[in-house]
């Protein structure tokens, strides 16, 4: 059976990547925790535009997140341990562990992260690339 999609034009040339990226993209949505926002901060003064992706992450600390970016895959891991010691009578809040996983754009660059009030924030940006036109010389062949 042959799979038909809209990346299958034979005027888009190379973007089979792009159509694995959506693929993954649209299996990654299907979890919410933790819950994010991204917001679009923009340039000035020759500064690039930042995206800011804010995770909600109540309850972990510093060194229970993990950043990566691998190629263009950003992964933002979140483990907390069972404190055996604790004797709970009720227990609703879970130690719980969390793998959100965002695909950037060819080019984009993580800036950088920080966490406070429970909330996680890591910027992203692209710089703009140089406009490049080029002329390609046709050869005559007889």
Do not use: C, W
Not at 82 to 91: E, L, Q, S, T, W
């Amino acid at each position: 059976m042959v799979r038909v999609t809209a990346l299958s034009s034979p005027f888009l040339l190379g973007f089979d990547g792009v159509e694995r990226a959506l693929d993954k993209a649209s299996k990654a949505a299907a979890d919410g925790y933790p819950p994010y926002n991204i917001e679009r901060i923009a340039a000035g003064d020759g500064a690039p535009e930042i995206l800011r992706i804010t995770l909600a992450v109540a309850g972990f600390s510093q060194d229970q997140i993990e950043v990566t970016q691998e190629e263009n895959q950003l992964s933002i891991r979140g483990r907390q341990n069972d404190d055996k010691a604790r004797d709970y009578i009720h227990r609703g809040i879970a130690a719980r562990q969390f793998h959100r996983s965002f695909l950037l754009a060819e080019g984009m660059q993580v800036r950088g992260a920080e966490i406070a009030d429970g909330l996680l924030s890591i910027d992203v940006v692209r710089p703009q690339p140089d406009r490049i036109v080029k002329k390609i010389n046709i050869v005559a062949r007889d």
